[in-house]
C-alpha cells in the first residue's frame, strides 16, 4: 500500500483516448486547471473539490500517475469563465470562445448526458460550473 492509495481519484474526461489527452497534458505542465459542471458533481454524489485537497491522476487503465493538489475552486456560470482560465486548462485553446466549444461538445455527449440521466441536456450561460486550478505534487511510477 501507498501513500496515494488513500486519495480520491482524479479521473478527467471519460476513460479512452480523452483521459489519456488530458492527463498527459496535466503531466506536462501544459493543463493546469478543469472545469466540471456542478449538476454532475451532483449527479454522482461527489463532493465538490477543497482547495488543498489532494487526489491521485489517473489514466485510462485507473493507473495513479501523479498527485494533484487543489489550489482554487471557484463555483461561476458558465458565461463568467474567463480566458485565463481556459488558457490554464492547457489544451490548445486560443481563446474562450474555442474552450466553451469543446466543452459543449463534451457536455452535450451522450456518455455525460447519460450520466446526468437527460438524453437532451445542454448548457446556457447561466449553467453552474466547477472550475478548479491545481498544481503537480509528485509524479508517480
Known sequence: ??????????????PGPL????????????????????AAYEAEGEPL???GQRT???DSAEC?????????????????????????????YASVAEWRA????FWHG???RGLLGDPGFTVDDDTPVVAERFRIV????
Open 49 to 51: 473539490p477543497q482547495t
Open 56 to 58: 491521485a491522476l489517473t
Open 110 to 112: 451522450a456518455q455525460l
Open 19 to 38: 483521459r489519456d489527452r488530458l492527463a498527459a497534458a496535466v503531466l506536462s505542465g501544459a493543463k493546469t486547471a478543469t472545469t466540471g459542471l456542478l
Open 64 to 92: 495513479p500517475v501523479a498527485v494533484l493538489e487543489v489550489t482554487a475552486v471557484r463555483i461561476l456560470r458558465l458565461g463568467e469563465v474567463d480566458v485565463g482560465h481556459a488558457l490554464a486548462e492547457g489544451e490548445g
Open 1 to 14: 500500500m501507498t501513500a496515494y492509495d488513500d486519495l480520491p481519484p482524479y479521473l478527467p474526461g471519460f
Open 102 to 105: 469543446s466543452h459543449e461538445r
Open 138 to 141: 509528485e509524479r508517480l511510477g
